[in-house]
């Protein structure tokens, strides 16, 4: 009994080995094909398509080799199509086409994504660093809606990983599995109350034994400001008052409600003006970074890369 090959049974088609990719030719020689077409000269499709002419003729015959079928014959009067190119020219008209709708929705995609950008943020800098940011961002992307969703480090984390904001800003010690992150910037925290506190006539530094003994006006589990002095303190805090916000730990504080413990960043203009006195500590490490925050493998693209970009700058 002797051995056939495929072909020789009806209904049964040999496919080449290996991918799609290997068998078929690139856009960029399809769209030379066609210009030969459209031309009938190999050297008007170089120059059209913006590359020398021995590149094309090099192309041209890679295509053959891959097909293994003369597609073009070239002659002093130009160059004409075989039938097998004609062929191949027909096919390759509608791959071309297929690509340039593939490139129109892929377009529209973008556009769609780089109308809106969701940002999530800890409270801090949501209030004093990130409507510089977006303003700089508008400047430059003035057709992008953007929606702000403050709340604490934890809350940032699970609008993250939910998919309800594409980057978020903390500014706690550590980053929630499932994010990447980035060091944007640095911050200190300090210890402020009202001038008519006891503590803002001491002559010394305030021990960090007292600090932690003292009931302080704080805000929530959760917070990266907590996060920071909790680990300052070697335990957690002690609350006179938890409150949700930066600014309602600030005005709890400027009236004399106690001490609490707040962002250089917030406190500026209260200090200068002598609403708050900052009261020194020894022995406790009140420093943080600052981070621009995604989930993990999704470095931000679009407006999102666009704002993480001006929070360097």
């Known amino acids: 009994m002797s051995k056939t090959d495929d072909h020789d049974h009806p209904g049964q088609r040999t496919v080449s080995p290996g991918s799609l990719a290997h068998r078929v030719p690139d856009l960029g020689a399809l769209e030379l094909l066609l210009a030969v077409a459209r031309l009938g000269s190999l050297g008007g499709a170089a120059r059209e398509l913006g590359i020398t002419q021995p590149a094309a003729s090099s192309r041209i015959r890679s295509m053959e080799r891959q097909l293994g079928v003369a597609l073009v014959d070239r002659s002093p009067r130009g160059s004409r199509l075989t039938d097998a190119g ?6 390759a008209r509608r791959i071309v086409e297929a690509a340039e709708a593939f490139d129109v929705g892929a377009q529209a995609l973008r556009d769609r994504r780089d109308s809106r950008l969701r940002v999530a943020a800890s409270m801090t800098i949501a209030e004093y660093l990130l409507p510089g940011w977006l303003l700089a961002l508008r400047a430059e992307r003035p057709d992008t809606a953007v929606s702000l969703l403050a709340g604490n480090s934890a809350a940032v984390a699970e609008r993250l990983l939910s998919g309800e904001a594409d980057v978020g800003f903390v500014e706690g010690l550590t980053v929630s599995t499932g994010l990447d992150s980035a060091v944007i910037g640095h911050d200190r925290l300090i210890v402020v109350t009202a001038p008519s506190h006891a503590w803002a006539r001491r002559r010394r530094a305030l021990a960090a034994e007292e600090l932690a003994a003292t009931p302080l006006i704080l805000r929530e589990e959760g917070s990266g400001t ?17 409150l949700s916000s930066t600014t309602a730990v600030k005005a709890a504080a400027v009236g004399g409600a106690g001490p609490a413990v707040l962002s250089e960043l917030a406190v500026g203009e209260e200090l ?10 020894d022995g406790v490490a009140l420093a943080r970074d600052l981070r621009a925050v995604w989930p993990t493998g999704h470095r931000p693209t679009g407006p999102a890369r666009d ?7």
Request: charged share 20%; net charge positive; aromatic share 2%.
């Open 226 to 242: 907590r996060q920071v002095l909790d680990a300052a303190l070697g335990g957690l805090a002690r609350p006179l008052i938890e």
């Open 272 to 281: 200068a003006l002598r609403r708050l006195v900052p009261i020194p500590v």
């Open 307 to 313: 704002l993480l970009s001006l929070t360097r700058g």
């Open 86 to 91: 004609a062929l191949v020219t027909d096919w």
